[in-house]
């Protein structure tokens, strides 16, 4: 049951941050409107890719706060790229700010590499659960350059 309690608010905390996120930036959500690259998905696929890596994102640290692994560093690289990810939705679709967008998700980027290393090293799959992520954000990370350079 313990394990269960664990797996279940990691699991949670970062399900529930990409919904506030969502319901903070649903009025201003213009994907559709924007001139986009020739790779860019549909918009019904964001939230649940979205929701998948969070889910996964939560596994990730389920496994190593099960397995007692969470230290200071964990916790400083795990929550510091889910409010830097956090920000970014409210960045791009509520403020409109793209090119500050693009630099804030390069560190999104960056975070995401530093924190799959960082897992890793603690134990192999709750890093290896993280590569989706630093796809689809490197990805996104693409998506929102061109949304800046087609649509200045």
């Keep these: 049951m313990a394990k269960f309690k664990i797996f279940a608010k990691s699991i949670l905390i970062p399900v529930m941050v990409g919904l506030f996120v969502g319901l903070i930036i649903s009025n201003s959500i213009d994907y ?27 596994i990730s640290y389920g496994i190593l706060e ?4 969470v230290d200071s560093k964990v916790n400083l690289i795990y929550y510091s790229q889910l409010f830097v990810n956090a920000l970014w939705p409210i960045f791009f679709f509520v403020l409109k700010l793209r ?3 693009f630099i804030w998700i390069i560190f999104l980027v960056v975070l995401v590499s530093i924190m799959i290393y960082t897992f890793i090293k603690k134990n192999k799959w709750a890093g290896l659960l993280q590569i989706p992520y630093l796809a689809w954000t490197i990805f996104a990370t693409y ?10």
């Design 143 to 152: 998506l929102n350059w061109f949304a800046y350079v087609l649509n200045k």
């Design 66 to 69: 099960s397995e007692e692994l």
């Design 99 to 101: 090119l500050f967008s």
């Design 32 to 58: 559709n409107s924007l001139n986009k690259p020739s790779l860019a998905p549909p918009a019904i696929l964001f939230p649940i890719v979205w929701t998948i890596l969070y889910v996964l994102m939560g």
